[in-house]
């Protein structure tokens, strides 16, 4: 046996998954979920009520009371835990956690998260998910334009964590002095299993519009600018292969070996990433989760001109795109409420009681605000005025795919093959979908959670040097799930300015 484990600490919940480099098998899974395993959080979708909606905070002690429930889950399969040769993981990416001291040395009789929670310098974390940064984001690019594209790969965007710490400096001046150190999510989960500040990967590190992509250091002045001292406070950005550190003996409790070596934490999106074996170009991945993503290693460094997209450190090298459609799962699950559908005829019945192309009808589910187009207030707009169940289901699925279609052009290279992952990838409805809009063949892989796989193989690559194009290799070949429908190109291409009007009708009215 030669465990590697990975974990991905996502919007919902904690996920960990262990491959064996020996009999190239993931051996074991296990997972908590946010809303029914830590209902005293009241965090039912990861993140905690605000009167304000575009406030989107968590307690980051139930990532850490998530981590712990994940382990000792992990522990019940029955899978050797004192054999696991390496740690790594990833986290939702542009979260921070804000501490004032040091991180504590751990007794074995408290849960970490009542010893953790003193070091706070503020109680809860700013997600993804909050939009609450404009008027600091305009600061920021009246501030340094074009330059800010140029360096971080980014405009200044709400969600990314720049803007979230000068919103922080702003309002709340003095918790911001006391504060020694801001964090990722994923750079404090992998100092909870180190017990000592770990620093931030590259691809991680990109979403804070911080980090200089051209020199891989946090830019001096930007940083400064967005609240003063804050280079001081960031923990040092590094490569993908860095070893973090060693595991806190607190973890013997589930089994595990104090000192195995934990390489830094990467964001979910560049650790799927990795998980979908996206090496090679013409390949891209789709992530259908909370928010759905599009990525793609890229072959040269350039930005998205419309500034929806970003660039993004590959952790496998050089640079990845990212597109990110907060409305994923959340806007799907709502219409399959609004109807009271069951699974089955979500992702049937559906498809075979509407057309392609839908007779042209189309909805924009911005049921959440948005971040693909940027759109602040939420608003669900659609251009028909009746439907039934079955065309609202392939209104949303299509018009998300068109949506994703859309804002990769600025790729600049075609898409041959998609690696569908994340939960929303069991849907053959989606499968076909994707292949039928992006004229592309669709590919699943084993696990759903390519961002777990992705950090046990960068456990793998950090700790054993092991090539990650050879751990792709075993780990997660695609399986054909669907191909393109020659019959229906032209439909989807009609379909595609169609839906680009009716994008842009909204956005005018912004
Ligand atoms: C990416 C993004 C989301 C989070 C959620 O920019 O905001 O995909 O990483 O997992």
Not at 105 to 112: E, G, K, R
Not at 195 to 209: E, Q, T, V
Not at 415 to 434: M, Y
Not at 483 to 488: A, C, K, T, V
């Amino acid at each position: 046996m030669e465990l590697y484990l990975g974990i991905d600490a996502s919007t919902q919940g904690v996920k960990c998954v262990v491959i064996d480099l020996r009999s190239g098998k993931i051996t074991a899974e296990s997972s908590v979920n946010f809303g029914t395993d830590l209902p005293q959080y009241n965090s039912p979708n990861g993140f905690l009520p605000h009167p304000d909606a575009l406030v989107r905070h968590a307690d980051p002690m139930m990532w850490v009371d998530g981590l712990e429930l994940a382990l000792e889950r992990l522990r019940s399969t029955g899978v050797d835990m004192a054999e696991i040769k390496g740690i790594s993981g990833t986290g939702q990416q542009h979260g921070s956690v804000y501490l004032a001291d040091e991180f504590p040395v751990y007794t074995d009789d408290t849960p970490l998260s009542s010893q953790l929670k003193p070091i706070l310098s503020r109680p809860t974390s700013p997600i993804w998910m909050d939009r609450s940064t404009n008027a600091v984001c305009r600061e920021l690019d009246e501030r340094f334009g074009d330059l800010l594209i140029e360096r971080t790969g980014s405009p200044a965007v709400e969600r990314f964590t720049g803007p979230q710490i000068r919103k922080f400096f702003l309002t709340e001046p003095e918790a911001y002095r006391r504060t020694r150190r801001i964090h990722l999510v994923s750079s404090f989960m992998a100092s909870v299993l180190c017990g000592k500040d770990a620093p931030i990967d590259y691809g991680d590190g990109a979403g804070m519009n911080l980090l200089d992509l051209h020199t891989l250091q946090w830019h001096e002045e930007i940083a400064e600018f967005t609240a003063p001292g804050l280079p001081e406070k960031l923990p040092s950005p590094v490569s993908g292969t860095h070893i973090a550190g060693g595991l806190a003996e607190y973890f013997a409790k589930f089994g595990m070996t104090p000192g195995t070596p934990v390489a830094v934490w990467s964001g979910d999106n560049p650790g799927s990433l990795v998980g979908i074996g996206c090496f090679a170009p013409g390949v891209a991945g789709i992530s259908l989760g909370t928010s759905d993503t599009l990525f793609a290693p890229m072959q040269k460094f350039h930005t998205d001109p419309e500034h929806c997209g970003h660039v993004f450190g590959n952790p496998a090298g050089g640079f990845m795109s990212l597109i990110c459609f907060s409305n994923g799962s959340l806007a799907r699950e709502k219409i399959r409420e609004k109807h009271h559908l069951d699974w089955e005829f979500f992702d049937e019945t559906s498809l075979k009681e509407s057309v392609p192309g839908n007779n042209g009808k189309l909805m924009l589910p911005y049921f959440e605000a948005e971040s693909t187009p940027p759109v602040l207030e939420p608003k669900v707009v659609c251009n028909y005025e009746t439907a039934t169940a079955a065309e609202e289901v392939r209104a949303i699925l299509e018009s998300q795919m068109l949506s994703m279609r859309l804002h990769s052009l600025w790729l600049g290279e075609e898409i041959r093959t998609l690696r569908l992952t994340g939960g929303g990838s069991r849907s053959a409805a989606i499968r076909q979908i994707a292949a039928d809009v992006f004229g592309a063949e669709v590919e699943t892989i084993q696990v759903t959670n390519s961002a777990g796989l992705g950090s046990a193989m960068r456990a793998a690559n950090a700790v054993a040097d092991v090539p990650l194009e050879e751990l792709a290799k075993t780990f997660c070949a695609g399986t054909p799930a669907a191909s393109p429908r020659r019959e229906y190109t032209a439909l989807y291409e009609e379909q595609l300015k169609r839906y680009r009007e009716l994008e842009q009708s909204v956005q005018n009215t912004n």
